[in-house]
């Protein structure tokens, strides 16, 4: 009897990022997609959130395949090639390109075996594993599917996509060989998602084109378009609009500067050089023959909109009279972000158009119309919804219920589910642990809980220092008066005075009954003085007792 094929999802599910996903036969392994997410309000200086690897360490992987270049996808790539023993990292011409500079950023190229996979090509095989790749339309070229063939059985995995009839590149999403997959058989459909509670269809990328067509040639003053770095289909549309009318193009934004570059290096962006100018260069030429492509489009604190907005980049001003379009959708989380960066460029008398207000955006995912059109065309006996909150998975499993997939092989998993696939069918067939690890400057998975939490009070009630001075010889006195320092307290010198009188007091009582082991002096220390702040204020800031011997 075959092994079943085990499915390990070990990010994505429950989520909209951080996708990771392992498929284990026997002991061999591949693993689909290492990406990222980004922190929110309550991971307090945190910067990145990545899957949580336990499970793979020390279980080889033959290979990484990516289905896109997006960063829920990618990003954490350089952090899973550290950890884990990958035999090669498989994916499409531009993601290849595309993550090749992010591993020379991290020191990893020279060790990391890059292999390009084409949609349509002739089959690779990884050791039990048959991998196909379909072309699929997304916000970002060279997306694909994969369909991974076992002796457990055949399964698509559609990574992000929707159907776009009219894509820019011409390279529409290939129905004909997802129906060809249907005729032979899908025993398991893994398909994103994200807008499975949206009715009807996603818009074609050429609609944003055509409001870039209706909106650039009647502005007057600076254009700035706000953009995902990786949409480079919608920033070559703006481009090519603004030069047909006679505005020079300036890039802004490291992760923009560097994504144009190798797209347009590769090929996949077409711009004539003499239209480029530098930022610098922008600011000094007129008004009305400016566009300028930049980042920023999630209020990310340091990118360039941003920064623009705050008056705080370098070389580029918004006056009175200029026109920003932000050309995406608030990830789920940066609404206030986005919303702050909004309300600052129209103070500085800029007109904000965004997808609220004008047709500056369309989706890359596929809504419930084309969802039930891919169901109908791969009729998987089983279907497995990925890449979503659970909310979007529950919707997609009504629309395969609805396309008459039985609720015996509808499968919603969670992060750390292990999902079973044999001749038999499909089951959920336990757990492994799949937490997150936090990116924390140079550190990865180094952040407790007790760091998060303590970063949380030090935003919510301040923080609070109380130096101590005893002697040493018995330490039964004090020898100065008690120093405080406050910071996120306020300005309320009766109460700091108060707290000071406390301390003094406490130190005193402990000296006549001869307390001196440091320890127990700052837990008094401690307590009494945070029951006088929090009688008085009702915070309970975090208060740090320092006592020192002299």
Same mark, same amino acid.
């Given at each position: ?10 990010g994505g ?6 996708n990771?996903?392992v498929?284990?036969?026997?002991d ?6 290492a990406g990222l997410a ?8 945190v910067?990145?959130?990545l899957p949580d ?9 033959r290979a990484?395949?990516?289905t896109h270049?997006?960063e829920?996808?990618?990003g954490?790539?350089p952090?899973?090639l550290?950890?884990?023993e990958?035999?090669?990292v ?12 992010k !591993?020379?950023?991290h020191g990893?190229?020279a060790?990391t ?8 090509q002739?089959?690779?095989?990884l ?7 379909v072309?699929?339309a ?8 994969i ?13 992000d996509?929707?159907?776009d ?5 011409g390279?529409k999403t ?14 398991l ?13 996603t818009?074609?990328e050429?609609?944003v084109?055509?409001?870039f067509?209706q909106l ?6 600076r254009?700035?378009?706000a ?11 703006a481009?090519?609009v603004?030069i047909?009318? *006679?505005r020079r ?6 992760s923009m500067r560097?994504n144009?570059?190798i797209a347009?290096?590769? *090929?996949?962006v077409e711009l004539p050089e003499?239209s480029i100018?530098s930022?610098?260069?922008a ?5 009305d023959?400016v566009l300028i492509?930049?980042?920023g489009?999630q ?5 360039a909109?941003?920064r623009? +907005?705050?008056g705080d980049h ?6 009175? *009279? ?9 990830v789920?989380?940066?609404?206030l972000?986005?919303?702050d960066?909004i309300?600052r460029?129209a103070?500085?008398g800029?007109e904000?158009?965004h997808q609220?207000?004008?047709p ?10 084309e969802m039930?059109?891919l ?7 089983a ?6 909150e659970?909310r979007m ?9 609805d396309?008459?997939?039985p609720e ?5 998993a969670?992060n750390?589910s ?9 089951r !959920?067939?336990?757990?492994?642990e799949?937490?997150?690890r936090?990116v924390?400057?140079?550190?990865v *998975?180094?952040?407790?809980?007790? +760091? ?11 923080v609070?220092?109380?130096? +101590?001075?005893v002697g040493a010889t ?7 008066a008690?120093e ?6 306020g ?5 700091i005075?108060d ?10 009582e ?9 320890k127990l002096v700052q837990e ?18 975090m ?7 002299v």
């Amino acid at each position: 009897m075959s092994s079943p094929l085990r499915i390990i999802p070990l990010g994505g599910l429950g989520e909209v990022g951080k996708n990771m996903t392992v498929f284990e036969l026997g002991d061999d392994r591949i693993v689909v997609d290492a990406g990222l997410a980004f922190p929110r309000d309550e991971h307090f200086g945190v910067d990145l959130v990545l899957p949580d690897l336990a499970y793979l360490v020390g279980r080889p992987v033959r290979a990484i395949v990516l289905t896109h270049a997006h960063e829920d996808h990618v990003g954490g790539l350089p952090y899973a090639l550290r950890e884990l023993e990958v035999g090669e990292v498989v994916g499409t011409r531009l993601t290849l390109g595309l993550v090749k500079s992010k !591993l020379d950023e991290h020191g990893l190229s020279a060790s990391t075996t890059l292999t390009e996979a084409e949609p349509g090509q002739a089959p690779m095989r990884l050791g039990p594993f048959t991998l196909e790749f379909v072309r699929m339309a997304h916000s970002i070229p060279d997306s694909m599917a994969i369909v991974i063939e076992t002796e457990a059985g055949r399964l698509l995995h559609t990574g992000d996509w929707k159907l776009d009839h009219t894509p820019v590149d011409g390279l529409k999403t290939d129905v004909g060989a997802l129906a060809e997959l249907g005729n032979r058989g899908v025993d398991l459909l893994l398909g994103d998602s994200t807008n499975a509670e949206r009715p009807g269809m996603t818009g074609s990328e050429r609609l944003v084109g055509e409001a870039f067509r209706q909106l650039i040639p009647l502005r007057t003053g600076r254009i700035i378009v706000a953009s995902f770095a990786s949409n480079m289909h919608r920033v070559q549309q703006a481009a090519e609009v603004a030069i047909a009318n *006679g505005r020079r193009v300036a890039v802004v934004g490291r992760s923009m500067r560097k994504n144009m570059n190798i797209a347009r290096t590769l *090929g996949y962006v077409e711009l004539p050089e003499e239209s480029i100018v530098s930022p610098k260069e922008a600011m000094e030429l007129p008004r009305d023959e400016v566009l300028i492509l930049c980042t920023g489009s999630q209020g990310e604190p340091m990118s360039a909109l941003t920064r623009i +907005a705050y008056g705080d980049h370098a070389n580029v001003t918004v006056e009175r *009279g200029d026109t920003v379009i932000i050309s995406a959708k608030p990830v789920p989380g940066n609404e206030l972000r986005v919303h702050d960066s909004i309300n600052r460029l129209a103070k500085l008398g800029a007109e904000v158009l965004h997808q609220e207000i004008a047709p500056v955006h369309v989706s890359g995912h596929a809504c419930a119309e084309e969802m039930r059109t891919l169901l109908s065309l791969v009729r998987p006996r089983a279907v497995m919804p990925i890449h979503g909150e659970y909310r979007m998975l529950a919707a997609h499993a009504r629309l395969a219920q609805d396309a008459g997939v039985p609720e015996s092989g509808i499968v919603i998993a969670e992060n750390g589910s292990v999902v079973e696939l044999s001749p038999e069918g499909v089951r !959920l067939a336990g757990r492994v642990e799949a937490g997150v690890r936090f990116v924390d400057g140079l550190g990865v *998975g180094d952040v407790e809980d007790v +760091a998060l939490r303590d970063r949380r009070r030090l935003s919510e009630d301040g923080v609070l220092i109380v130096v +101590a001075t005893v002697g040493a010889t018995d330490g039964s006195a004090a020898v100065a008066a008690p120093e405080l320092i406050a910071r996120g307290l306020g300005e309320d010198l009766d109460l700091i005075d108060d707290l000071r009188d406390e301390a003094e007091r406490i130190v005193t009582e402990l000296a006549q009954n001869g307390i001196s082991e440091i320890k127990l002096v700052q837990e008094h220390i401690h307590d009494g003085i945070g029951q006088v702040v929090y009688s008085r204020t009702r915070r309970r800031p975090m208060i740090l007792p320092i006592v020192i011997e002299v």
